[in-house]
């Protein structure tokens, strides 16, 4: 759907307008080296090696180079063919370091600032790039630095190899070394209104949704490579001389269209793209490809998008219930450059869905430091969209090694209130619909004792090791790893992300009173967790009864879940059933009566959540790679259980393209209805 987004993008960044000049070109642009050079005039020769001596300067812009990785390979890769093949040294020159000398042989490339570049490089779009001489200058420029590193590539190539093949001291540039290349675009001119669509600039809102950036920047990448410039994004703090509004900005004069619908306007002034809610921009290349394509215009265009919703269950048009509960594990939190970049904008975009989403409460799991503090965090953003966390109490892990190594394992662990830590399975809720009457959380403390991990090591073929058969036997197993099988994954990590933290509330419109639990459970895949996870499911269920539901909250009706980090297919593996029987913490919580919604609920979404890990695109600025597999319910490993006077009325995987950018879980979203 995202590639459709892309082609549709262009298509209303070049159609907007009342009258579009399209002159339309093939779009494979041909290989650099098939392009026949076109000729042009010099004088004379330049002489850049004579008697095996340099005799141009090469300079370049340091910054332009040092930020491109792929062109400052290029440059270098030049330098080293230059040093092999002639043994003559070479220092490039940063520009803004080297004084201009207008009778000085110079190589240039790129952005140098120096005339002779400024004027090569005039009317070049981003794919666009010249190898010519200026006067006593040999100038190589480009549209983008990408086109830069094609032509420096082409210069090596074209002319400096073919002369080092029998190299003679000499070597020089004529006028068959001219190259100039100007690449086919869809659209030769685009003008919007009397302007043409390249001096534009695209504007989103200084506080934007994340999906407002992200539209914003994939049309700045479709008009750059179909038309061939790159228009800036910039926020609405400047007004600029023409704009492509997206989002409500301080200039977005159209009305906010309702959640289902979109809205491209094209005004007096401006350009200007709304949707009225996240997963609204999702739908937008349905608009675009369907209407704008066939009528070659634009005008104010109004799409009502209930049908695309329905079509994939997506819960947002509607709670329908009395109250809506979404569970989500938050993980990737690190910018570590491969996976789930850019944390701030995930932080955006899941506190704008679930908002959006009008959930009642929201049960987090993984929800460590990143996404609590500071004024770009999940926990901020919420409480300014007007949520409130339940309270947390604050513990200390005390662990202890042998020797104090941690080489040689753990020699005794607890964990106690009062600290630093929180536990990592927040719950947040919308105190204009429920009131907070009760709260609590309980940390996990479960561990296996030697004779259990000895048990179950004989139960399951003398192997230490997980149920994708990948044994690992105790001779050769490190006390380290027998402390991976040992403890629980509180005692194995810096955070208290194994816990449960739970709350009573009443439903304002009813006055019906609900319990929550935020749960998540060990997450390693082995015989010896699901044994962990077992204890786990029977702590928990000992603060239901004990703690949570007694008194005059006995008969409330619960509901626990989030990443319990087990599946019914896991729970039936030949390494976890007991003989025949399956077991686990799924197990253990419907013996106690609870009800799996997904499992029971007739009109569940049948789905996975985990997706894989979303990539960002820092040159591109926006996510461009993300799962669109799910597998089947048999194997979800987030869930949703209840027991009492309380009925589902949903459950929704939120499983659109913009939730797979959130984590590698996707949402769940519950409706339940008081009986």
């Not at 003008?191 to 200084?206: A, E, Y």
């Not at 061939?228 to 926020?235: C, I, K, Q, S, T």
Request: aromatic share 10%.
């Amino acid at each position: 759907m995202m590639k459709k987004l892309l082609a549709a993008l262009l298509i209303c960044a070049t159609l907007l307008s009342m009258a579009v000049a399209c002159k339309k070109q093939p779009t494979t642009e041909p290989e650099a080296s098939t392009e026949a050079p076109v000729e042009e005039i010099v004088d004379t020769d330049i002489s850049i090696i004579t008697g095996g001596k340099l005799n141009v300067r090469v300079i370049y812009s340091f910054m332009e180079v040092a930020k491109n990785p792929a062109l400052e390979s290029k440059v270098n890769a030049m330098i080293t063919t230059v040093q092999n093949k002639t043994g003559i040294k070479i220092k490039a020159l940063n520009c803004s370091q080297t004084e201009y000398d207008p009778n000085a042989l110079d190589i240039y490339i790129g952005s140098t600032g120096y005339a002779e570049s400024i004027e090569a490089a005039e009317g070049l779009r981003l794919k666009d790039y010249k190898i010519i001489r200026n006067g006593n200058k040999i100038v190589l420029a480009a549209g983008s630095p990408a086109a830069l590193a094609t032509a420096v590539n082409l210069f090596v190539t074209k002319v400096l190899t073919p002369q080092f093949k029998d190299y003679n001291g000499e070597v020089v540039f004529t006028e068959e070394h001219t190259q100039l290349y100007n690449a086919k675009y869809d659209a030769e001119t685009v003008m919007v209104g009397d302007t043409d669509l390249k001096d534009f600039t695209i504007v989103i809102p200084r506080e934007f949704k994340m999906a407002e950036q992200e539209i914003a920047y994939m049309l700045k990448d479709v008009i750059a490579n179909k038309y061939g410039y790159a228009l800036e994004v910039e926020n609405d703090v400047k007004t600029y001389d023409h704009e492509i509004l997206v989002g409500q900005t301080k200039r977005t004069t159209i009305s906010q269209p309702a959640l289902t619908e979109y809205v491209v306007e094209v005004t007096d002034k401006n350009v200007q793209i709304l949707a009225g809610c996240t997963t609204a921009y999702d739908y937008i290349d349905n608009l675009f490809s369907s209407q704008f394509l066939p009528q070659c215009k634009v005008v104010t265009t109004k799409l009502d998008a209930k049908a695309e919703y329905e079509k994939t269950k997506d819960s947002i048009l509607e709670t329908t219930g009395d109250i809506r509960v979404i569970f989500h594990n938050v993980y990737g939190s690190t910018d570590d450059g491969e996976k789930f970049t850019n944390p701030n904008l995930r932080w955006n975009l899941i506190s704008n869905l679930h908002t959006e989403y009008n959930a009642d409460v929201i049960c987090f799991q993984e929800f460590n430091n990143l996404a609590r503090d500071g004024s770009n965090s999940i926990k901020s953003r919420l409480e300014r969209l007007g949520y409130a966390e339940v309270p947390l109490n604050t513990y200390s892990r005390n662990v202890t090694y042998v020797n104090g190594d941690k080489n040689q394992g753990i020699a005794s662990y607890s964990i106690t209130k009062g600290g630093s830590n929180l536990a990592n399975t927040p719950i947040f809720y919308n105190p204009e619909t429920v009131e907070l009457v009760k709260h609590g959380d309980h940390i996990f403390t479960s561990s296996l004792t030697k004779e259990e991990i000895n048990a179950l090591y004989a139960l399951y073929g003398h192997k230490l090791g997980s149920r994708y058969e990948n044994p690992t036997t105790p001779d050769k197993a490190s006390p380290t790893y027998w402390d991976y099988e040992l403890y629980n994954d509180n005692i194995r990590y810096t955070g208290l992300s194994k816990a449960a933290v739970w709350a009573i509330f009443k439903d304002k419109s009813t006055g019906k009173l609900f319990a929550v639990a935020s749960v998540h459970l060990d997450h390693q895949d082995t015989c010896y967790s699901n044994a962990r996870r077992e204890k786990q499911s029977k702590e928990l269920l000992d603060v239901i009864n004990n703690t949570i539901l007694t008194g005059e909250y006995a008969s409330v009706p619960m509901i626990l879940g989030g990443d319990v980090n087990t599946s019914y297919a896991r729970e039936e593996d030949k390494y976890y059933k007991q003989g025949n029987k399956p077991t686990g913490a799924l197990q253990n919580f419907e013996a106690a009566g609870y009800a799996d919604v997904q499992k029971t609920f007739s009109g569940a979404e049948q789905a996975t959540t985990c997706v894989g890990n979303a990539s960002f695109d820092k040159e591109k600025n926006y996510f461009t790679s993300f799962s669109t597999t799910v597998g089947e319910a048999h194997g979800a490993i987030d869930h949703c259980l209840y027991k009492g006077s309380i009925a589902p009325t949903l459950f929704d995987v939120m499983n659109h393209n913009f939730a797979r950018r959130t984590s590698d879980h996707m949402p769940l979203v519950v409706d339940f209805q008081f009986k």
